[in-house]
Nanobody, 128 residues
């Protein structure tokens, strides 16, 4: 399984970016997907996750209402639309995929130990 994240960049506070993560190597539509981030000097943290069908999504409190995760199973790609960006959103963003297929609980999707495969990361820098 390979995950290729893209879409990061430099943006001013209040701006928007859309991250993409293209997956290959297995049937994308069978698996939930997640986004995590790691800011300089901090531990990696959960951002958002979406079920295999796209019918449900969960978010961390810090991004709820500003970020939207979505997926296009025909393109084997998961997206994260990030609006109203803040300087504290500055981080390397990673997409991740699990080994477990099909329905999973929201609690499971929110934990980084649920995920087996990780993309290379894309840097998002938000200037004040």
């Amino acid at each position: 399984v390979q995950l290729q994240a893209s879409g990061g960049g430099l943006v001013q506070a209040g701006g928007s970016l859309r991250l993409s993560c293209a997956a290959s190597g297995r049937t994308f539509s069978n698996y939930a997907m997640g986004w995590f981030r790691q800011a300089p000097g901090k531990e990696r943290e959960f951002v958002a996750a979406i079920s295999y069908s796209g019918s449900s999504a969960i978010y961390s409190d810090s991004v709820k209402g500003r970020f939207t995760i979505s997926r296009d199973n025909a393109k084997s790609t998961v997206y994260m639309q990030m609006n109203s960006l803040k300087p504290e959103d500055t981080a390397v963003y990673y997409c991740a995929a699990p080994n477990r297929r099909g329905p999973v609980t929201s609690q499971a999707m929110g934990g980084d130990n649920f995920y087996r495969y990780w993309g290379q990361g894309t840097l998002v820098t938000v200037s004040s």
